[in-house]
């Protein structure tokens, strides 16, 4: 299980071998990142290029929306592309974009509470749990458009919404990391942005 919250451990390829009878595909074992994501705060991601540090909260609703927009773009490929893994132990296209709509979710349940709540803990969430749980890699592409858009404009607002000092409100990780409403922001950018750049391999 990933302390991290954030980037999920890439499952290993699948191999035609592992079909069931039926032909659905047994769910892939899981490798899990147990890095600490939250060193991007400190300082700029040197592969997707975003500089978290200097990222203005005030900035994040407008590049959540951005960011969504992106997704969308790339889930208009070609459906047999999307689902496509370009190596194994590397996720597809579509299931980066399921993985960035759960993230969004969460984020925005995460931040009511710190909104509602004097320091909530996190409930823990096992990402690639979830992944194989909701078959990411057998979500439809359309579904998946539509719930993304709809999770970022919600989180794009609640984000943009947060004035004053509803920024230091905090919450807490259960492994322990802090956040303000402000660092949290700022925590949460990164990782549609980082997926995009992995999907995309361009740079911010």
């Known amino acids: 299980m990933s302390t991290s919250d954030q980037h999920l451990a890439n499952p290993t390829d699948a191999n035609p071998a592992d079909a069931s009878p039926t032909g659905t595909l047994v769910p892939d074992a899981l ?3 147990t890095k600490d994501w939250t060193w991007v705060l400190e300082r700029a991601c040197p592969d997707c290029g975003l500089d978290t540090p200097a990222v203005a909260p005030t900035d994040v609703a407008a590049m959540v929306r951005a960011n969504a927009a992106a997704w969308l773009a790339v889930l208009t490929k070609d459906e047999d592309g999307l689902r496509r893994r370009p190596a194994p132990g590397v ?20 931040l009511d509470l710190m ?5 909530p803990l996190f409930a ?14 057998e ?11 709809e999770a970022a404009e919600a989180l794009a607002a609640a984000f943009g919404a947060v004035s004053g000092e509803q920024w230091g409100r905090t919450g807490s990780r259960s492994d322990g990391a802090r956040f303000t ?22 740079r911010v």
């Open 31 to 33: 490798v899990p990142d």
């Open 91 to 110: 996720w597809s296209d579509l299931e980066y974009a399921c993985h960035v709509r759960d993230v969004f979710r969460l984020f925005l349940v995460r």
């Open 115 to 119: 909104l509602d709540q004097d320091g």
């Open 124 to 137: 823990n969430w096992d990402q690639d749990e979830t992944a194989v749980a909701e078959r990411y890699r």
């Open 139 to 149: 979500q439809r592409p359309e579904v998946v458009s539509g719930e993304l858009a």
């Open 181 to 202: 409403v402000e660092s949290f922001a700022r925590y949460l950018i990164h990782d549609p942005v980082h997926h995009l750049f992995d999907v995309t391999g361009e």
